[in-house]
């Protein structure tokens, strides 16, 4: 029990200096010194409530990825009816609840209407994306399977990650984390960050552009009531849009959107002074805009932004360069935001914040100040307890402590842990726990000395006796804390992290090495009594 | 110099005697708690009620204009805010729930929004060092993983107990745990000190703690019916925790010495969670002798809990001193 040989020496001193090693970036930078870049740097991170920096939680409505599948079902069936030859006349759309149904005119077309539909519901390769059914021998029924939408909307996550991350890469913040998290979420983290209001905004915006034709021939009283003249629909303005009322009337189809854009940069019209975005299509989006505006010579068109319009000028000769201008009120600050937007793409999903924390630099630099304060009182109180209390054993408990801070830090930093403000809380626990352990040991040998045990032996039973209970109690902790770190959130997970840490190297610590300093010091004195 | 003894050599304090007593102590409060939770309710943060969190200092100020500031909150139409000083003096907690009437996932992050412009336009020297909301649809979700972690926690930790001792011990420790989770949560819902993620994680933690020193007496009084096998048990359970006492005392010393400079110098944030845990080490080493040890006596623990563990030597030893 107290035989130490020297392989067994060196190998717990290798462990411990390992760990000990690698928590000297992280105390180096806590003091504020700056770490040679050639040397290796494993160091903790600090969480967001620590080092400041804005947390935000975006979720997107899965309701909306069905929506715009059925939405764009509906088009291609309608395409694919007109182009039939003969024209296969259908009607009574109908999008709402989850599903697509449409009437064919003529009961005649309908099996021909059947093979013009397979090819839509069958997705690539053996799966249906579709179920299609008919009702009332007129009526199909198209209704996207359950695979097939969560397949669309995990896709559509991936892509939303992309976006996000594009924009947020166009602010130039520094090291942001970007995460999907479940089905619907997406988590964003930018340390430093003390103002999210510019990313949100970034973010907020879908981006999704379109160029409609306005239809110049409804009458303005029906677009006041919302009523569309056929194949048209009713856009309302941007807010602060310059007048023409607060709606227009743009024609279904033939317009083109701006998703082929190779870039977009804000800039301000020289005439106008006005500020603009300009865009630049690629090839095949270049020539559409060519073609429509070659087309639609003195009609005017709408530029439409996530369903509202921004102006509708009037196409006064074609635009064949590819490129084009954006204006519609907006100030340089909304116009840089748009043409970020436009760059990364159009986000495939709406993003709601669901959740937000923002932490103030000073804030955080406080708290660490504070924390730390309170860590070093709380150290030295338990340091001077314990050697008051037991003497030589007590140093040892002691010198055992101040290993076991530095192993949790270092090994916090060899698994690139996050250090957050309950994670402080959580290390002065650990020192107060930590030396529990020397507490049951040293009490026992009291104990058996007590009892009329020699030295040895009573130091023996002591380790040997106290280690049941030690590890008992460490395993109901760790329990808790695993729990903890399963269902916490946040800042909170930081906190089980270095009490699950602080657990295992306490009972290294503790346990372990004093036994191994103990025995040394037995077997050089040998000494008849102890004072205990 | 002479060491440091915190419990005297030799205490014997009856203990067990005044186990119906201090029991029905213990039932009073437990019952008075999940009162004081029942009629009182807690007062939740943002965390698990929802709304918009904001921490401020009045960098010009000595002293937070509190009142033009619940003024100016309300004015804006989401109600009353709940304002508390927060640190210094020019420092504040603002803290809202999210109206009835205002529905959407965002309405909460919108609201936080508003209400800081609100405040930078007003006050110039105002600045804001937190801001957090959280979606009634976030709040909820943290609200039951937390409660799941709590109850989760309980049933794990009693498992094992009851593995490594017997089923008395793991009923006895659980039952011990639920006194020390419901006074900590009657603690809440007396002073209404904002209950958050961080007191889940406080009771958390008293649970994995306190019960460090039920198992100490619980592992002395496992080797004590294994080697006095014809004392009674009320005796045998006094003699336990006595010897034991000074560990109980210790290391419940040890850890308050860490926590209590944490609870008067260390960030505000922090107060709820230490304090959680500091109120938590006491319940927790009242209840490891006046719930844990007696419990035993009313569910019969004898020295054959432990036969199965006796070995054939041990066996003949105890048959050739003439025991039962």
Redesign the interface.
Known sequence: MLDFPTWKKAWLWFLVAIAALAAVPSLVSIAGVGWPAHLPDPEVNLGLDLAGGSHILLEADPNQVATQRIDSMAESVRNAMREASPRIQIGDISTRGGQLSFMVANPVDLDRARELLLPLVNGTGMTREWSLSVVDETRFVLKPTQAALDKAVSDAMDTAVEVVRKRIDALGTREPTIIREGDTRIVVQVPGLQDPTQLKKLLGQTAKLEFKLVDTTALPSDIAKGIAPPGDEIVPFVEGAQGQGSAIAVKRLGGIRGDNLTNAQAGVNPQTNENIVNIQFNQQGGKRFADLTTQNVNKPFAIILDGKVLSAPNINEPILGGSAQISGSFTAESANSLAIALRSGALPVDLKVIEERTVGATLGADSIHRGLVAMGIGTGLVLLFMVATYGRFGVYADCALVLNALMILGIMAIMNTTLTLPGIAGFVLTIGAAVDANVLINERIREERKRGRRVMQAVEFGYKEASRAIYDANITNVIAALLLFLFGQGPVKGFAVVLVIGVITSMFTAVTITRMWVAGWLRKTRPSDLRI | MR????VP?DTNIHFLKWRLPFFIVSALLIAASWALVLTQGFNFGVDFAGGVEI?A?FTQSKQAPVAELRKEVRSLGFGDPVIQRF?ADNQVSIRMSLPKNIK???A??KM??QVVNSLRAKFPDF?????????G??SSE?FS??L??LL??MI??SI??WV?FEWQFGVGALLALFHDVSLTLGMFALTQMEFD??I??AI??I???S??DT??VY?RIR?NLKKYRKMPLPELLDLSVN??L??TV??S??????????L????P??FG??AA?TLGIFVGTYSSIYMAAPLLVWFGVTSHSFVPTETAAERQDRIARGEA
């Open positions: 060491l440091l003894k915190m050599d921490q200092t640190g959407g996932d965002d909460a992050d936080a929004d600045h804001r060092d937190y801001k957090g909301s959280v979606s649809k976030v943290l993983k937390g799941y972690s989760f926690a794990a930790i094992y107990i490594r993620l961080n889940v994680a958390l933690t649970i994995g703690y019960l460090n198992i100490v592992d080797e010897e034991t000074a560990r210790m290391t010393a040890t850890m308050l010495i860490a926590l209590i400079p944490l008067l110098f260390g960030p944030s922090l969670l230490t845990i």
